[in-house]
């Protein structure tokens, strides 16, 4: 039976007794099988590190390393590797202790030839198995892309239809949902399937833009408007003309600034700051917030007339929580980028791993997993991620859970309280804290001046600017 390279089982024998290793070597010799020997058990685990086998077949008593020693050494860097222990001398507890660690059999020299042909062969099964169902996971990934978005729950899958539908027709967009969903993303979907897809892609970030400055930021103004308008400048919305604005927070905007909006979005009118002349633009507007803007309305923090202005059309997207059946796309995406990024030849990520990462909550959504990724791809020295590469924030799971005293606290609120714990567990260095979350350090500023949750965390003495 021919096989290619790709589909051949590696397998590693590891004895200090020569006639065994040959005897394993003659067993298991095949066209689809290569078989590495070592007789000394420190030279094997190099050799473990080097080949990458399916299956390692060691002996359980050598000198200088014991079998079990060798398993916890090699699940350590490796924990997708199957691991068989032989012995000489069969003992009940040293069998259950070789299980709980995580070989895979416990088999007794001299070794049943047929028993171990049979498992060689349904490991070959699971090989060609587990490589057509990377195959298949590529043509899904690949099938699964939409502009600059990955997804293929049913939440998702809507979220592409609106896009397709609004993106030839829309003046403006209202785009909603937590921070780190991909409200950008999906801004640039709408701009890139437009009839200005050849125009300009503006983005403001209003939450950046400083009050003072914020008019001639978004407008533009004349020289000698005020002290240091040195010279005529043009706003985001000129820059925009002919293209797309993204407003990104636009419900930070004050209220002045959010009549002057409304202009524009009725009458393709600005006038820059100092200048009493009225300039046409043509551009379309896609507003985006995390914020609840109908309980800010009703506040009185956000004018109603603009608010149906911009929700004439509105695309919500999803918490990555309410379509985690994505995230095996997304482990698949970040770490193929990831590794292409690093220079590393990462290529997956294990089950322990991955359950680890279902069960997480996500407050920080599809921003926080793809900083998690980045980290874990830098940070492992094998080819696959596992649960020790993770932050310890999501390997100590309690410490993300929503508490009793949490359960009725605003979405605002729980972000706060979620962004003090990450900063506890990066042991108060911000920097890290605001890589984890996947926001910027004056957010972290922010978030930190309006929580009282932690007064301890946030104290100066607590925290360092810089990565140790």
């Known amino acids: ?5 790709n589909s051949a089982l590696r397998v590693v024998a590891i004895d200090d007794d020569e006639q065994h290793l040959k005897f394993i070597a003659t067993a298991l010799s095949r066209e689809n ?7 000394n058990p420190r030279d094997g685990l190099e050799l473990i590190r080097k080949e990458h086998p399916h299956l390692v077949l060691s002996d359980l008593m050598m000198p200088g390393m014991s079998g079990i020693e060798l398993l916890e050494r090699v699940l350590e860097f490796d924990p997708g590797t199957e691991i068989v222990l032989l012995t000489g001398q069969y003992s009940t507890e040293s069998a259950v202790e070789a299980i709980q660690k995580g070989a895979a059999d416990y088999l007794t020299k001299p070794v049943d030839l ?3 042909q049979q498992r060689v062969e349904s490991l070959l099964l699971e090989v060609r198995k587990g490589q057509r169902c990377l195959q298949l996971e590529d043509e899904l990934l690949e099938n699964s892309q939409f502009a600059a978005m990955v997804g293929h729950s049913p939440a998702m899958l809507e979220v592409f ?3 397709r539908r609004v993106a030839p027709h829309f003046r403006s967009v209202l785009v909603t949902g937590e921070t780190g969903v991909g409200k950008e993303l999906a801004a640039q979907a709408l701009h890139q399937l437009s009839p200005v897809a050849t125009g300009p892609f503006v983005t403001c970030n209003c939450s ?3 009050e003072t400055l914020a008019e001639s930021e978004l407008f533009g103004h004349v020289k000698g408007a005020f002290t240091g308008a040195v010279q005529d400048r043009i706003g985001v919305f000129e820059a925009a003309n002919g293209g797309t604005i993204l407003l990104d927070e636009v419900g930070e905007l004050s209220l002045p600034l959010q009549a002057k909006l409304l202009r524009v979005l009725q009458n393709q009118e600005i006038q820059r700051v100092g200048s009493p002349a009225v ?10 917030t995390h914020r609840d803007l109908q309980s ?19 695309i919500k997207l999803p918490s990555l929580a309410q379509r985690k059946e994505d995230l095996p796309l997304f482990e698949r995406h970040f770490i193929r980028r990831f590794a292409e990024q690093y220079r590393k030849p990462v290529c997956g990520i294990t089950r322990r791993a991955q359950a680890l990462l279902a069960r997480y909550t996500w407050p920080g959504n599809v921003r926080e997993l793809e900083n998690v990724l980045g980290s874990a791809c830098m940070m492992t020295e094998s080819e696959t991620i596992d649960v020790a590469d993770l932050p310890e924030y999501i390997r100590e799971r309690k410490t993300i859970e929503v508490r009793d005293d949490e359960a ?4 605002e609120q729980v972000e706060k309280a979620h962004t003090v714990r990450v900063l506890e567990s990066a042991g108060g260095n911000k920097v890290r804290a605001a890589e984890l979350l996947g926001i910027s350090r004056a957010k972290l500023y922010r978030l930190l001046e309006e929580s009282s949750l932690s007064e301890a965390a946030t104290a100066p003495g607590n925290l360092r600017e810089e990565p140790d």
Request: net charge positive; aromatic share 8%; hydrophobic share 50%.
């Open 33 to 39: 099988v290569a078989v590495s020997t070592s007789g």
């Open 208 to 210: 950046a833009v400083v």
């Open 296 to 314: 800010m309305v009703k506040d009185g923090r956000f004018r109603e007339d603009l608010f149906y202005r911009l929700s004439t059309v509105h």
């Open 1 to 5: 039976m021919s096989a290619s390279a």
């Open 161 to 163: 239809h609106r896009i």
């Open 408 to 411: 009725f606290l605003t979405l």
């Open 114 to 116: 047929e028993k171990l």
């Open 279 to 288: 300039r046409r633009v043509d551009i379309r507007v896609i507003a985006a």
